[in-house]
């Protein structure tokens, strides 16, 4: 056992002792608990930053790159944006309480679905010292217990906000614990919290795909995870080449590196003249173009320079200024393409047939199946979700982009008065 | 790897490809093969019960006991019992293509989330055949393929029970492999399938703790499982006492076997009077009492003879007829004890108190909270859920006893007219 075993196991428990007063506090005194911490950040922004200057000339000592450091820095501006977050949040409708469903049965007993905090959840995430804030906020909300681990690139700045946070929690009447800050930098205390799901109801993992795999085969907990957005936007025989043009554009280049951005464009043959002008724009705005034969030889016509697409390029997220085009038949071909090579993430269809919409959207087994509209649009904030905790590209509990209902379970609750099992 | 590894991945993979028919098969379709199904089970019941045979005869061979041999055995009551399990189903709504929630937001995007089956479902179950059924039964209504790994000790009857699923399913004009049972023993070949995370959505054990512990152990794929059920019914001091005695007795008495049987009773200090009559009706019964000190000195003054409770007992599902009984101070003292003790199954207050009742509802971290009911009312049938899939003890996707729903995932239909991110 490691010799972490005891410590992940006392800031579990710790955890654990706290969820039950963050599942019993209404919302006021949630949201005071929020609007606090708002507070607190603007007013110790001082120290704020001087604790993250400290991480960032630590940073630059270990050599980390130029980016890693402007994703760790923080600035005056951050610094309000994350009050604003914390505010934001306190605007949101609680979750907790919510009934799903219920009725009376025919013994006249009463029975209800009632939404409950999960209890406590495990946050690891990476450099950005915003979301040591935005997670507290999100657990909060939704009435659970969290442990937040943060990079160990950012631990000076983690635990002063931390601080921030319990100093607001207490202030609220709530305990310091509902929210623990870990800033042991140490992989096996992560490790160590990842064995006990006796204690831990979930972890989030925020981060690259290799954290969130890390975490998956290390976690005895269930994993509320991205994983990877391998997304598609098929052009069906009857699409307007305008809205195709646009809806391909904005789902390649809106933000390239997004989970939700275009890899793959799908081009029913019969759009093929449609072609040209895409892959020109697509070529002119700096987009590496992966084609099949069909696709390379339409755009040799065209003076269009193409790579030639290998296997691995259907299945890859590019994350990046490059786009994989194919050119299919019918379809049947287009619906196969996404479900074998897509990761179920988001794929669009662009058609005026809604024979081909219908079929597109039975067919798709994917989290977000859009008719019409860029995949950029698969988004919480897009979707009226207010907050997002991530995209889940999980099929269980939660799929797609995830609200405060994600971090949530329910409760059967059953009354009566005195109904026996005959 | 394994040596069973590539037959693990054909199944799974042939299953995969049966998956898209089943999520895009009608109610009437499915339907049609469940009460084909029903009809052939009638009809080939000597092939069945000839199957059969074979396998008690060599389960006797095999020195299985008299017990697991009565499981084993199908009759003519049995196999109608099965049929009319199909035509239940049958009649059942189709959870695939309700809608959820939806709406329309600002920028004209119409948005819903619509429920759709997972996937593929590996059922790994104990020695009862018709388990074959009822699991096959369940996964095509609710749009899923399965893969049926039962007992080895029924491979016969299992064998038999496939070929008609099988028939029935090509009859409604779905895949064979829709339902395809494993009649290949090794238990090699179960841990190859749960290795197989890409390839199936959900695996279900339905079985005894050791059965879900090896599966939960060995499992890559998300276990829907029922783990164990301590489940308490606490005595609040304003309790009506005759209604306590009963809910305490059915809770104990009415079948004390199942997971939802009452495990402990907990009663508040004040009503320790209504204590002797309740603990001389249990022990009449039958009722092993093991008790708290307090319980004890009321007992031994009735002339009841009672068991020190030890620290194990109040963590114990006994599943027999004995209950410990313990002595609380109040209502804080027994939530506490049940939320430390207990399994998160099912737990039942008697009160006349309201602010009691609402405490325990609120407090009381358990799948199913029940005020002035018996435990024993905790099941998919009183619940309502027409059918039952187990009851789960997870407290992500689905809690407590899941129907039908428990098979399915939603995904998100998003619909416009070229709009893209700004």
């Known amino acids: 056992m490691s010799k972490f075993h005891n410590l992940a196991l006392t800031l579990a428990m710790e955890s654990e002792e706290a969820a039950p007063f963050l599942a019993a506090a209404d919302s006021a005194r949630k949201n005071m608990a929020l609007l606090t911490l708002a507070g607190l950040l603007e007013k110790s922004a001082a120290r704020i930053l001087a604790a993250n200057r400290q991480d960032l000339a630590a940073a630059k000592k270990i050599g980390l790159s130029a980016a890693m450091r402007e994703r760790l820095a923080l600035n005056k501006d951050r610094i309000t944006a994350m009050a604003d977050g914390a505010r934001k949040v306190a605007t949101l409708p609680d979750p907790v309480g919510r009934i799903l469903d219920g009725g009376v049965l025919p013994n006249g007993i009463r029975i209800s679905r ?32 969290c442990i937040l681990r943060g990079g160990r690139e950012a631990v000076r700045s983690n635990r002063e906000l931390g601080r921030l946070i319990a100093l607001a929690l207490k202030s609220a009447g709530l305990p310091e614990q509902s929210a623990q800050t870990v800033t042991i930098p140490d992989r096996e205390l992560v490790t160590a919290l990842l064995a006990l799901d006796r204690h831990i109801d979930l972890v989030v993992p925020r981060g690259g795909k290799g954290l969130v795999e890390t975490v998956m085969q290390g976690s005895r907990i269930p994993v509320l995870k991205h994983l990877e957005g391998v997304c598609h936007t098929y052009v069906d025989a009857t699409a307007d080449p305008g809205m ?34 895409c892959l020109a724009a697509l070529a002119a705005a700096g987009v590496e173009i992966r084609a099949d034969e069909e696709t390379e030889k339409i755009a040799k ?25 194919k050119i299919v038949p019918d379809i049947d071909s287009a619906i196969h393409h996404v479900n074998s090579y897509g990761s179920g993430h988001t794929d669009a269809i662009v058609t005026r047939s809604l024979a081909a919409a219908e079929r597109f959207k039975r067919d798709v087994d994917s989290s977000s199946v859009m008719v019409n509209v860029s995949t950029r649009l698969a988004d919480g904030a897009e979707y009226g979700l207010g907050a997002e905790i991530g995209i889940s590209t999980n099929k269980l509990h939660a799929r797609g982009p995830v609200g405060l209902e994600g971090l949530t379970t329910y409760k059967w609750i059953v009354e009566g008065e005195g109904q026996i099992r005959e």
Chains 1, 2 share one sequence.
């Open 301 to 325: 016509k065209a003076g269009i320079q193409t790579i030639p697409a290998t296997e691995e390029d259907w299945r890859t997220e590019y994350n990046d200024l490059i786009l994989s085009v």
């Open 244 to 277: 195709a043009e646009r809806i391909v554009l904005n789902g390649k280049l809106n933000r390239p590196s997004t989970c939700n951005a275009t890899e793959t464009l799908l081009a029913h043959r019969k759009v093929a003249a449609f072609l040209p002008g």
């Open 114 to 145: 009632v939404r409950v905090p999960l209890g406590v959840i495990l946050m690891i995430y990476e450099s950005r010292p915003n979301v040591t804030v935005d997670a507290a906020c999100l657990s909060l909300k939704s009435g659970n217990a």
